[in-house]
């Protein structure tokens, strides 16, 4: 059974400040890991993928890998109040599987 | 970026009857769209894989019978909801999968059966 487990939050952080969201995963197999974001009442939105060790940034963004760890996490640099959201952390298998297991979500508080 | 859009975006109809909910990727092909059913604070719950020319594969426990899902061509995918009972109410999203790697989520149709 595949599992990803991610702190439900809520994580409050002023604004400015970094928010750190942090995932593991149980499937030592999984090949590709997503951050989504979702806006209350609103459908998921991707805003980072990483598939190899390591970090990626993209703007305010950065995802962190460590496959060895299980471990997935992103950082917001500079957080906004329109950062306030729920963090999904998702991931696909291998084996050719595109459905995503999805975490529970991290819900974010950025304070002003 | 990745476009994937969704209508209606809110249907309320009467029990017993049927709602068709359109899911379009609007800047690229998608073999693959995925439908999912949120309730409140709840996580997203995958119902159905949909792949463009064949039969979409359903979740455990999803009625395939109820929720009937067309993917006629490579930017157009469709959920009906069958008889559609108050419990059906929920928040349906698609997403449609781009270059085999990312998936992109759609709006989102909000259905309220009365």
Redo the contacts between chains.
């Keep these: 059974q595949k599992e990803v487990e991610q702190n439900s939050g809520p994580l409050s952080v002023p604004e400015g400040a970094i928010a750190s969201l942090n995932c593991t995963y149980s499937d030592r197999v999984s090949q ?1 890991f ?1 951050w ?1 974001r979702q806006y209350s009442g ?5 805003i980072m ?1 990483i ?1 190899s060790n390591g970090d990626k940034e993209d703007g305010r963004f950065t995802a962190q890998l460590n496959k060895a760890s299980q471990y997935v996490s992103l950082l917001i640099r500079d957080s906004q109040p329109s950062d306030s959201a729920t963090y ?1 952390c998702a991931l696909t298998s291998g084996a050719g599987s ?3 297991t ?1 975490g ?2 991290t819900k974010l508080s950025v304070i002003p | 970026g ?1 476009v994937v859009s969704q209508h209606p975006s809110w249907v309320i109809c009467k029990s017993g009857t049927s709602v068709k909910i359109e899911c379009r990727s609007l800047d690229f092909q998608a073999t ?1 769209m ?1 439908w999912y059913r949120q309730f409140p604070k709840q ?2 719950m ?1 119902m159905a ?1 949909s792949n463009e020319g064949s039969k979409a594969t359903y979740e455990q426990g999803v009625e395939k019978d109820k929720f009937l899902i067309n993917h006629a061509s490579l930017t157009l995918s469709t959920l009906t909801v069958t008889s559609a009972h108050p419990e059906d109410s929920s928040f349906y ?1 698609c997403s449609a ?1 781009r270059d ?9 149709t909000r259905l309220t059966v009365t």
């Design positions: 590709s997503f989504y609103k459908s998921p939105e991707l993928s598939y999904l595109y459905q995503l999805f529970k979500g | 990745a693959t995925f996580s997203l995958l894989t999203i999968l085999s790697y990312e998936q992109y989520f759609g709006p989102g």
